[in-house]
């Protein structure tokens, strides 16, 4: 069993002094203008919005939001995402982004789209979608 402890009243004063508040949150501050990134591939698409120095504030995807399976890489989907964001974002006094879209998938629009439907100007889209010089050697074709 152990030895037993006998707490006084001084140690029971004096615990709840000396530790920081484990749930208590940094405050943001208020930013007017932000980068939105957003990825989109064939199965997914992923929203990650930054400041203008490129920190990143918020992020979500369709996978986040309950989306399962093929689902996830719907134009609907993005929407969603992108309209939860935009909440985030509203509430922390963005007013305008620069956007900037990677991939291929079919969330590419739709996610810019919920964006601008939400309240907050655009200012500028920018395709960043890696393409390849012919670089590495291709993988030789499967004998089935």
């Known amino acids: 069993m152990g030895k037993k402890r006998i707490i006084t009243k001084t140690e029971v004063e004096g615990a709840?002094?000396?530790?920081?508040?484990?749930?208590?949150?940094p405050t943001r501050s208020r930013l007017a203008r932000g980068i939105l990134n957003i990825r989109a591939t064939y199965n997914n698409t992923k929203l990650l919005l930054a400041d203008p120095y490129?920190?990143?504030?918020?992020?979500?995807?369709?996978?986040?939001?309950?989306?399962?399976g093929?689902?996830?890489?719907?134009?609907?989907?993005?929407?969603?995402?992108?309209e939860t964001l935009a909440a985030k974002a509203t509430d922390m006094g963005i007013s305008e982004v620069e956007v900037v879209v990677k991939g291929v998938g079919s969330g590419r629009e739709s996610a810019?789209?919920?964006?601008?439907?939400?309240?907050?100007?655009?200012t500028s889209i920018k395709d960043a979608t890696p393409v390849p010089h012919n670089g590495p050697r291709p993988k030789?074709?499967?004998r089935v």
């Open 112 to 122: 810019i789209r919920a964006f601008a439907n939400q309240g907050i100007s655009i």
């Open 54 to 68: 490129g920190n990143a504030l918020f992020a979500g995807s369709s996978g986040s939001l309950g989306f399962k």
């Open 70 to 82: 093929a689902k996830k890489g719907t134009p609907f989907a993005a929407a969603k995402v992108a």
């Open 16 to 25: 709840g002094d000396s530790k920081p508040k484990v749930g208590a949150a």
């Open 140 to 142: 030789k074709p499967r």
